[in-house]
């Protein structure tokens, strides 16, 4: 099943942060976050095993919850490079290593 | 420096003709993937594969169909294309990092159009 991506799309200013859900109705057996930059292809950013955990590198962060319903990817400061479509993929229980992805959220980061 | 490699990266051709989009990877990579990405949307699983000889369809039905002969190459291929198959092919390994993360590495893409 495919999981649920919220919002669409975000327009921030430079410095601004933004937050990216990503939900779904059973629980996961992981969470892959990716960002695709108009053009290329999507580059992995982190991924999430544990109910509860969180991590981050530089100001880009995610968690995962205790169900393993939910994921957010916590952006702060943001920058320019940040522009671009963000997406969450899951892999559950009964799929294997197979990786399902949101629809994506578009984000726009203007000066 | 890309480890996966895809070909051709855009072609253009007429209904009805077969192709064949290539794809490569240097990584050792066991599994591998096929997405179907339409402009600024979401991506589809149309196939993938465990290793060598093993094939599975994904979650979005496709009338494509692939191949793993060899554990470097994952060939997708159209035996009669049509202007619903316009969109773009992105080819895709996965690194097993331990405690079941499979983490994905994507290639390119292919953006094919069918006129």
């Known amino acids: 099943q495919q999981p649920v991506q919220s919002p669409q799309a975000v327009i921030l200013r430079e410095g601004e942060d933004a937050v990216i859900n990503c939900s779904s109705s059973?629980?996961?057996?992981?969470v892959h976050w990716y960002r695709q930059k108009h053009g290329e292809a999507p580059i992995f950013l982190m991924i999430l095993l544990k109910g509860g955990e969180q991590k981050g590198h530089d100001k880009i962060s995610a968690s995962f919850n205790e169900k393993k319903q939910q994921s957010s990817l916590y952006l702060t400061a943001s920058q320019l490079s940040y522009s671009g479509t963000y997406f969450c993929?899951?892999?559950?229980?009964?799929?294997?290593?197979?990786?399902?992805f949101g629809a994506g959220t578009r984000l726009f980061v203007k000066a | 420096e890309a480890d996966i490699y895809q070909t051709p990266r855009y072609l253009v051709i007429g209904t009805g003709k077969k192709i064949t989009l290539e794809c490569s990877q240097t990584m050792g990579h066991d599994k591998m993937y096929w997405y179907q990405q339409d402009p600024g949307m979401e991506l589809h699983l149309i196939h993938y594969?465990?290793?060598?000889?093993?094939?599975e369809k994904g979650d979005l039905s496709s009338e494509s169909t692939v191949s793993r002969i060899r554990t470097e190459h994952f060939p997708l291929t159209l035996e009669s294309a049509r202007p619903s198959h316009t969109s773009q092919y992105l080819c895709?390994?996965?690194?097993?990092?331990?405690?079941?993360?499979?983490?994905?590495?994507f290639g390119a893409g292919s953006r094919l159009t069918v006129l």
């Open positions: 993929g899951t892999g559950d229980y009964t799929g294997g290593f197979k990786t399902i």
């Open positions: 594969s465990y290793g060598v000889n093993s094939t």
């Open positions: 895709a390994s996965s690194e097993y990092r331990g405690s079941g993360a499979n983490v994905l590495t």
């Open positions: 059973k629980a996961l057996y992981s």
